[in-house]
């Protein structure tokens, strides 16, 4: 069954490093998606990607963090430099449509663990 | 201001009886509803889903409802298995898929042996 790939799943880190995230989304999936959920809370959109260009980056701190997406394939998150605030799931998610339809259901990665200390 | 809310962070029921969630919107441009399940340290997966021009859509234990006039929707599961307990979190996406899903805080569901 295809599935997202995300590494790495536990990233410990020291306050003002730089950390990166790596997603794969599923075969042939145009639109793929970066989460941050905080523990007790739903996962807020971070950025959207449709093939290689951004769709929406409103809610993206962009002073500290970054995505690209080059190849339209996968994706990499960036964070520099990482405060304790970030501490959180940060969730890949991609879906199949080539074009914006919201009846297109969004399937998520295993999610990396960030932890700043 | 949240727009997609759910009101029970916890929900405890015994096995083999009927679970049922809720959740609640205030964005009445949302046109797709999604229910995932989270275990720890794992990503949501997709449940079930219902557009806004149907009122139910069932699959096998899982059935979700849509009120529209209230701006409300439910996940039944039954009969409830130990293997549901879980958080569910509702979701919801408005027309064009830009934003991508906006979700509610989840409920905790515990199933009692």
């Known amino acids: 069954e295809a599935e997202v790939a995300q590494s790495p799943r536990y990233k410990i880190t020291e306050k003002s490093q730089a950390v990166a995230f790596w997603c794969d989304p599923i075969?042939?999936?145009?639109?793929l998606y970066w989460y941050r959920q905080i523990l007790g809370q739903g996962p807020e959109l971070l950025v959207q990607?449709?093939?290689?260009?951004?769709?929406?980056d409103s809610q993206l701190p962009k002073d500290r963090f970054s995505a690209e997406r080059l190849k339209g394939v996968d994706s990499t998150l960036k964070i520099q430099p990482a405060e304790l605030g970030d501490s959180a799931m940060y969730l890949c998610?991609?879906?199949?449509?080539?074009?914006?339809?919201?009846?297109?259901?969004?399937?998520f990665g295993p999610g990396t663990r960030l932890t700043v200390l | 201001d949240q727009q997609v809310k759910q009101n029970s962070p916890s929900l405890s029921v015994q096995e083999g009886r009927i679970s049922i969630l809720n959740c609640d919107y205030t964005n009445s441009m949302f046109d797709y509803f999604l229910w995932y399940k989270k275990y720890p340290a794992e990503g949501p997966t997709f449940l079930i889903s219902i557009s806004s021009i149907k009122d139910k859509n069932e699959d096998g234990r899982f059935t979700v409802f849509l009120n529209k006039s209230a701006k409300h929707l439910s996940l039944h599961i039954v009969p409830s298995q130990p293997g549901d307990s879980a958080v569910y979190f509702c979701a919801a996406s408005a027309p064009g898929g830009a934003d991508g899903l906006t979700f509610g805080k989840g409920t905790h569901l515990i199933i009692q042996p």
């Open positions: 075969s042939g999936h145009a639109t």
């Open positions: 998610a991609s879906s199949g449509s080539a074009a914006k339809q919201s009846t297109d259901t969004q399937y």
């Open positions: 990607f449709q093939d290689e260009s951004v769709v929406d």
